[in-house]
């Protein structure tokens, strides 16, 4: 990563940071990372790691935000299902075909769930951070670290 963005939420009422978020820049792409809070509060996770990244990105004139793998509740906040890669090794060779195999199976499954998925369109549309400020929270970056 070339550049690391941590966006914070401060509760508004004692001063106390209650979540952050990390981020990685990379290239024109944002990498969202790590997320935790110290609370809960309704939309607070997808205001820190979706909205302020994508906000973020677009402030900078990246082309693009990858929220990490994982997770449908994804694509009504405006995140497709895009595949993502790996790869690893297994010294035991017989640990390693079992792997393969399970693996090969299920790149099916996810290439057809990826496909269906693709074709939703949820677009979200209420402003979350209303909805935050009705809960006495306010959301901000820190200063970008080289």
């Known amino acids: 990563a070339d ?7 401060e509760e508004v009422s004692s001063g106390e940071l209650v979540a952050g978020a990390l981020n990685l820049i990379g290239g024109d792409c944002l990498y969202g990372r790590n997320w935790g809070c110290s ?11 979706y909205y302020q990244a994508i906000e ?9 935000v990858e929220a990490g793998a994982q997770g449908q509740h994804k694509i009504s906040r405006g995140y ?3 595949l993502t890669y790996s790869s690893h090794y297994l010294r035991d060779a017989k640990f390693r075909e079992a792997v393969r195999a399970a693996m090969n199976e299920e790149q099916q499954q996810i ?19 209303l909805h935050l400020a009705k809960q006495g929270i306010v959301v901000g970056k820190a200063a970008d670290a080289s």
């Open 3 to 9: 550049q690391v963005l941590l966006v914070a939420a």
């Open 39 to 49: 609370k809960q509060y309704d939309s607070l996770h997808f205001e820190l790691c």
């Open 56 to 64: 973020a990105a677009i402030e900078r004139g990246m082309s693009r």
């Open 80 to 82: 497709l299902p895009s």
């Open 111 to 129: 290439l057809y769930t990826t496909a269906m998925l693709a074709l939703q369109e949820s677009p979200f549309k209420e402003d979350p951070s």
